[in-house]
């Protein structure tokens, strides 16, 4: 049975009509040659050995006969062979790297590396700051295919460029509950190809409702990172949870438990209670010009536990900040918790509830929580009106300038609503895939929430 094409799933933003796609298919299989031209380098000297590997993926993948070959320079030196079983994105691949250095060979499932998923998200990040540019068959710096399935693999430091036709069997199938940062959803379309394939990369749950999460991924233009409804904006029910087999641990490292001397002001363990994972380092390890892993550990629990909105870029440092303390002290209030009882600095008791992942999450929202901006909450649809001025309008054009839709702005952007704000608002709410009503440039609940993310 031949191996059947698979395309990218363009998000919406990008051109989707016929022509256009068409083209584009057009475009990936000039690249192909024909076996009937001399594509196929076999009788090639030195060359043979690869192409027989890469032939021998195809087979692996499902496919059967021989597979054209493309070959795509290497930055610096000549052209590597790769398998290409027809799909715009290729097949299973080696690394790309400088003629003289370390070329690696597909690799198979049973030879994956151990990683934390920590190092993964981290690894994610690595893009998502380079802004590296989308594309299906340049390859970044690090040897990684610059597609949705390059990133993954570079991600997973799989050593290899998968593609979403064998990503799958380096990965568990896990449910909707089960999924943890690091985890992937993937839809892998061998009935339609017209309809797409694409993988991303999940990084949790934006709240306790589930309904969207944060999606590290690679599509034009460049890495994003984007709050996204489950499974994924177009085909989401057909988007699958899966595990990578290599990952290692939670999201923080689980210490090995130590047990802790009951402690009469109320900290360490009570008799007939487990030991608490990691002992409390202490409240002078938090606030103001603080700085060391204790303080890291609390942001990365935290946002585990529901803190991601406090947490500007969504990661935690090591430098104690008023993010930290704000998120500190919600999730004290979770627990019911007032006074001095919710002042933002960790107790003994704040950080056994977080290690030992007890007690209630923060909820979605937190009423009279300072919000993005200085403005406390959405400040309702009334304010971005013509003629109307609230410094929630300059807020709001901040943030757009900050995320790189500020292009409609020739000066400002300032406190009075105008229509270069709802230009550039408009422009945002397309990014999300938002069309019609819901793309007519005036900021709702939910563009609000995205936009400051």
Known sequence: MPMP???????????????????????ARARAIPLRDGGHPAARGARRALVLA???GVVLGGGSGAAAVVTTPVPGGGPVALDDPGSPQGGRGPLHGPTKGPVGKPGAPAGVKRIDRTTIINRAKLWLDAKVPYSMSDYWTDGYRQ????????????????????????????????????????????????????VVLFGGWVDETQTHYIAYEQTRPTTRKLATPYGYWSNGTKYVPYRF????????????????????????????EPAAPAAFPGAAKFGPGQTNDSVAQLGR????????????????????????????????????????DADGIPGTHTWRLLVERQGRDIPPTVEGAPGPGGVRAYPGSAVFRPGRSHEA?????????????????TSGPGSRWGEADRRN????????????AAADGYPGPETWRRLFA
């Open 54 to 56: 890469t032939a021998a």
């Open 301 to 340: 629990m935290l946002i585990e536990r529901g803190a991601y909105r406090f947490y500007p870029k969504g990661v935690a440092d090591r430098t104690w900040s008023e993010h930290d303390r704000l998120a500190t002290q919600a999730f004290q209030a979770a627990q019911g918790w007032t006074g001095a």
């Open 147 to 198: 597609d949705c399935s390059g990133y993954v693999s570079m991600a997973w430091n799989l050593g290899t460029n998968e593609w979403t036709g064998s990503l799958d069997k380096f990965a568990t199938k896990i449910t909707k509950a089960e999924l943890l940062p690091g985890d992937m959803l993937l839809f892998h379309n061998p009935a339609d190809p017209n309809n797409g394939s694409h």
């Open 245 to 272: 087999n290599g990952v290692t641990g939670g999201i923080v490292p689980v210490p090995v438990p130590v047990p802790v001397p009951e402690d009469p002001a109320g900290g360490g363990s009570k008799p007939g």
């Open 393 to 409: 309008i300059a807020a709001l054009g901040r943030q757009l300038v900050k995320k790189g839709f500020g292009k409609y702005y």
């Open 5 to 27: 094409a698979f395309e990218e799933y363009e998000p919406a933003g990008d051109c989707v009509c016929r022509g256009c796609a068409q083209r584009r298919r057009s475009l």
């Open 425 to 436: 608002v408009e422009a945002f709410q397309r990014a999300q895939g938002w069309r019609g």
